[in-house]
Each structure stands twice: as structure tokens, then as C-alpha cells.
């Protein structure tokens, strides 16, 4: 396990347990929701093989996304991804680090991974690219599980303030953002997914054409969660307005997640 560990994290983070204890409480104390960012945790030169295969085409072999609530592209099937990537994602998904992400969220459930990366995967904001802050879908719509913890993974050299594309965390009340996160290159943020964790990038990417905010999305899940992260029955994507803005209503769900109809919650929001 230690040399697998090693292959792909930093070795200032190796000792993962450590990692995790020394950094539950933060994970759990952290405004507006639980969540973290650690920067350089993965070997450079992985995310820069990752970067180096970053397909140039997503547009035409993976997903597309362009309405009022977001504009970008994803891509999400194994079998389009390569070597290095899928190497990646098996470690993100293998024991060791799964085991860290339940010491460091702790979450009582056993996190399971998702073989099928619904709604994960590379993710890609091009020129005017942008994703409105959101509560994102709570159920798996194969696994049935309960949506836990999102990772996000940034693969973005000279990643500059005036490019945009910042992840932003809101307070459960939409009232105002409470962080905003600069996803440059290996930075990795971690989150707890609830029916009130609203997060997104609404404001819109602003790069050269041939330049990109390019990151690796993935969802972990569990099997049963507590009373207090629902608001909501079942749903799919719900995006929210900010004050003072143009957004799409928040009530407004898109049914995007593998063309799976998810029940709506009549609960107002």
C-alpha cells in the first residue's frame, strides 16, 4: 500500500492517517459547510501526464451542458479516458483513500465509490464556461446510495485571479459567499454534499481559446446518511439564485444526470 500511496501523493502527505487526523477538526469547523483544500497533495509530474492527456475533443466524445445554468463539458466514460487517467481515478477510488476521506470527513458510513462516475470525471469550462451555485443531486441513480462528499482536483498551470472560474461555497440562507477558491493547478478541495451545501463557479471563465479550466470531479457515497443533512426528498441538481443577479430560479431542477427522471420535492426551498 505504501508504495502505491507513494506513486501518486506528495510525500509530505504519504502518511495519510496523519493527514486525516491532523486535519479532521478544520474538515468539520470549516464555514459555510465542512470542507477543505490542500495544495501540491499529488505528484506533479502525475497531473501533469493527466494534463498532457486531457482530451482536446470533449465537446464531440463526452457531455455538453449550455443553458441558463451552466455552460460546460464533461467527460465520463472509462473507456475514453486514458491509462494515466484511469490509473488515477482507480487510486482515488481505492482503499487507502477512501479509508483517509472517512477519518477525515468523519463521516460514520462507509464511503463507497462510484465505478460509473455520474456526473464526475474530467470536467472543462472554456471561455465564458461558468456553473451556477447549486445543491447537487442526492442520490446515485443506479447505486441508489446517498451522495456524501465531492473531490474536486484542479489542473490549471499559471491560473491567474482575472481567469475567474473560482469555486465559490454559499451559506444555506443564499445570502452571501463564504469562500472562494483560485482552482489552480494541484489544488485539490474536498466537501460534504448535503441538500444545503451550495457551491459552484457562476462567474464566467475568462481565458484565450486555446486555454481551459480543466479538473477531476469525483463522488463518493454511502449507504444511509443522517436526518440533519435532508431538506429535501429525492431530487436531482438544484440551482440557486444569488442576490442581485440574473440566475435561474431556484426552484429550477435540470434532469442532466443520464437522462435519469428524479423525483421533484414539492418542499419549498
Known amino acids: 500500500k505504501l508504495t502505491i500511496k507513494l506513486m501518486f501523493i506528495n510525500k ?8 486525516a487526523d491532523e486535519n479532521s477538526s478544520n474538515y468539520l469547523h470549516a464555514k459555510p459547510f465542512p470542507s477543505i483544500v490542500f495544495d501540491n497533495f499529488f505528484e506533479e509530474e502525475i497531473l501533469n501526464e493527466i494534463l498532457n492527456d486531457f482530451p482536446s475533443n470533449i465537446k464531440d466524445i463526452g457531455n455538453e451542458f449550455n443553458n441558463k445554468a451552466e455552460k460546460k463539458l464533461s467527460l465520463n466514460s472509462a473507456e475514453k479516458l486514458s491509462l494515466k487517467t484511469n490509473n488515477f481515478i482507480n487510486f482515488l477510488n481505492s482503499e487507502p483513500f477512501v479509508k483517509f476521506l472517512n477519518e477525515l470527513t468523519g463521516i460514520k458510513e ?42 474536486l482536483i484542479y489542473l490549471n498551470h499559471n491560473w491567474q485571479e482575472n481567469n475567474g472560474g473560482h469555486l465559490e461555497l454559499w451559506d444555506k440562507e443564499m445570502k452571501k459567499c463564504e469562500k472562494k477558491v483560485l482552482p489552480i493547478f494541484n489544488r485539490m478541495v474536498i466537501f460534504s ?77
Do not use: C, W
Request: proline share 4%; charged share 30%.
Open 12 to 19: 509530505n502527505y504519504s502518511n495519510l492517517k496523519k493527514v
Open 110 to 151: 462507509t464511503l463507497i465509490t462510484d465505478p460509473y462516475l455520474v456526473g464526475g470525471g474530467l470536467h472543462e469550462l472554456k471561455d465564458g464556461g461558468f456553473l451556477n451555485i447549486h445543491a447537487d443531486f442526492n442520490q446515485h441513480p443506479q447505486m441508489k446510495l446517498d451522495r456524501r462528499l465531492n473531490i
Open 193 to 269: 454534499t448535503t441538500d444545503f451545501s451550495y457551491h459552484g463557479n457562476p462567474n464566467k471563465v475568462k481565458v484565450e481559446e486555446k486555454n481551459s479550466r480543466k479538473s477531476i470531479a469525483l463522488y463518493y457515497y454511502s449507504n444511509g446518511r443522517p436526518n440533519s443533512e435532508r431538506k429535501l426528498g429525492l431530487h436531482s441538481t438544484i440551482f440557486r439564485k444569488r442576490p442581485d443577479s440574473d440566475d435561474v430560479d431556484g426552484n429550477l431542477e435540470y434532469k442532466k444526470i443520464i437522462g435519469k427522471i428524479y423525483l421533484k420535492s414539492k418542499k419549498k426551498i
